[in-house]
């Protein structure tokens, strides 16, 4: 990471791999009612056949409707646990060292974020997205605090993460990303999944090409570094 690292740039080294892991947690949980005990700390998922307990988790922050604020969680009058709020105390530290407004300042204005976002589900979406950047963690839990307040919460259990990458599920979470997703470098998104789902990356040229288990893609951008086409194929399971 360097110097000149941005919020956006953030957002966009997240896209794709929160949103395969996003994917996979509805998966996962199907159906289902949360419950969480700050105190204790305990997060659980209560599913059709079972109830998941989370081996960990951290409260990022909650966002709420009336001062159009998100709040994070280690600047909160409430006193949570210290384990609980330390991977967002943690993402202070890194916006300070960075000079990221967004992440280390105590509250921040829903309008000051990408798209100006008015609603709370969105804007407590977008510090998640760079919370996941940073931490390394990429399956999070969005939930309704009461009173339109949304409490974001990075989740951890061993049923959460992905499966081997695979070319079909690859080349959906890529289309998938390109057609709804806000990403503002797609080149730079593109290659932080390659990199980050262990993929073959090769973004040194003008196209990009992005490689895994028995599948490659070429991805072809425009003057403006925008997609502009991907051609993908299956390849020989051999010799990587």
């Known amino acids: 990471m360097h110097n000149s690292l941005t919020f956006t740039d953030l957002l966009d080294d997240a896209a794709l791999l929160s949103l395969e892991h996003q994917v996979h947690l509805e998966e996962v949980l199907g159906g289902h009612s949360w419950q969480v005990d700050l105190q204790q700390p305990r997060f659980d998922f ?10 960990a988790f951290h409260l990022l922050g909650s966002a709420a409707p009336g001062p159009g604020t998100w709040l ?10 210290e384990a609980v709020v330390a991977a967002s105390a943690r993402l202070r530290d890194f916006g300070l060292q960075y000079g990221i407004q967004e992440l280390a300042s105590a ?5 000051a974020l990408p798209g100006a976002p008015t609603e709370a589900h969105l804007a407590a979406g977008l510090l998640t997205e760079a919370a996941k950047a940073v931490t390394g ?9 009461g009173g339109g307040t949304r ?23 890529i289309q998938q990303a390109l057609a709804g997703l806000r990403l503002t470098d797609h080149r730079r ?3 932080s999944y390659a990199v980050k789902r262990g993929l073959g990356a090769d973004f040194a040229g003008e196209q990009g090409r992005i490689t895994g288990p028995g599948f490659e893609a070429v991805v072809e951008f425009d003057g403006y ?6 051609r993908a194929g299956l390849s020989a399971p051999h010799g990587g």
Request: glycine share 8%.
């Open 46 to 55: 209560a599913c059709a056949t079972r109830t998941i307990t989370c081996t």
């Open 189 to 191: 998104a593109l290659h």
């Open 151 to 173: 409490a974001a919460f990075l989740v951890e259990h061993p049923d959460f993460r992905l499966p081997p990458p695979e070319p079909a599920r690859v080349m959906r979470v």
């Open 72 to 81: 994070w969680a280690w600047a909160n009058p409430s006193g949570f646990p």
């Open 107 to 111: 509250e921040v204005p829903f309008g």
């Open 225 to 230: 570094g925008r997609v502009a086409g991907i």
């Open 137 to 145: 963690r990429w399956t999070s839990y969005n939930g309704d605090a």
